[in-house]
């Protein structure tokens, strides 16, 4: 079973915007994993440079361990992106609206360089959730990272096999 099931994808000139419903109510929150922060950290290290506007003093990874589980899917994301070539400055933002749209419910917003490459973050990004949370396998990064690059229109002129360094 999956921790989270995206019910919608929305391509706008600004971002890629993704409803995603929390399968089980009890996965709602990080903590349901004792150490799920740390693995993180293991998996993807240069995610402990990420800033969050979030209003945690303690780091990135402190409010990773504790926080919606969709935020974690947010950064998760973003990170990938950014392996995959993707600026690092690049921006997502995790709401809800649980009065309109029920609860577990929320808007997960990745802006791109590239939208083919912000969705298939998305999808290896919930792969991932699924692994930290125990529910499969972690999937490898490496093959990740690289079906991500993938993703990347070859630029003309580049050659075959090149993909634009944007």
């Known amino acids: 079973m999956s921790v989270l099931a995206i019910e919608r994808l929305e391509v706008t000139a600004e971002a890629v915007v993704a409803t995603v419903r929390v399968v089980d109510s009890a996965l709602a929150r990080t903590r349901a994993v004792p150490g799920l922060?740390?693995?993180l950290s293991e998996l993807l290290p240069d995610i402990v440079r990420h800033r969050c506007d979030c209003g945690s003093s303690h780091g990135v990874l402190a409010e990773l361990a504790d926080t919606e589980t969709p935020h974690l899917l947010e950064h998760i994301a973003l990170e990938m992106m950014a392996l995959a070539g993707s600026p690092r400055t690049l921006r997502g933002a995790t709401s809800w609206d649980f009065a309109?749209?029920?609860r577990?419910?929320?808007e997960?917003?990745?802006?791109?360089d590239d939208a083919d490459v912000a969705l298939a973050a998305l999808s290896e990004g919930s792969a991932i959730v699924d692994g930290l949370f125990g529910e499969t396998a972690v999937p490898d990064v490496d093959s990740a990272v690289e079906r991500l690059k993938a993703a990347r229109p070859v630029q003309p002129g580049l050659g075959e096999g090149l993909h634009s360094l944007r």
């Open 104 to 106: 577990g419910v929320f």
């Open 100 to 102: 309109r749209d029920g």
């Open 108 to 112: 997960v917003r990745l802006a791109y």
């Open 37 to 39: 922060a740390t693995r």
